[in-house]
């Protein structure tokens, strides 16, 4: 059974960092796409940032410059680099992978800045 496992996440002041991290563990026969969404309650799921198999990158525009996904990582392992934090960015972090042609969603994690 595929899973997504996420850790990182936290309470961080305003300006700071955190990093997000997510493994995939399971029977994987092909990883498109790996990446982060957020929620915050009552809000519909957006895109925070993607990296594809071929190492391209995508980036919400509110997150580009301060969101980094690291492309050196560990086999089926996506982090997040966020600096730069700012109060807007608190929600619940969802990790996603693409495996084949199906979804897959972690737990979350929830971001909290303080401001």
């Known amino acids: 059974q595929l899973q997504l496992v996420e850790s990182g996440g936290g309470l961080v002041q305003a300006g700071g960092s955190l990093r997000l991290s997510c493994a995939a563990s399971?029977?994987?026969?092909?990883?498109?796409?790996m990446g982060w969404y957020r929620q915050a309650s009552g809000k519909q799921r957006e895109l925070v940032a993607l990296i594809t198999s071929d190492g391209t990158t995508m980036y919400a525009d509110s997150v580009k410059g301060r969101f980094t996904i690291p492309n050196n990582t560990a086999k089926n392992t996506v982090y997040l680099q966020m600096n730069s934090l700012k109060s807007e960015d608190t929600d619940v972090y969802y990790c996603f992978a693409q495996i084949d042609v199906s979804p897959y969603w972690g737990q979350g994690t929830q971001v909290t800045v303080s401001s």
């Open positions: 399971g029977t994987i026969f092909r990883l498109n796409v």
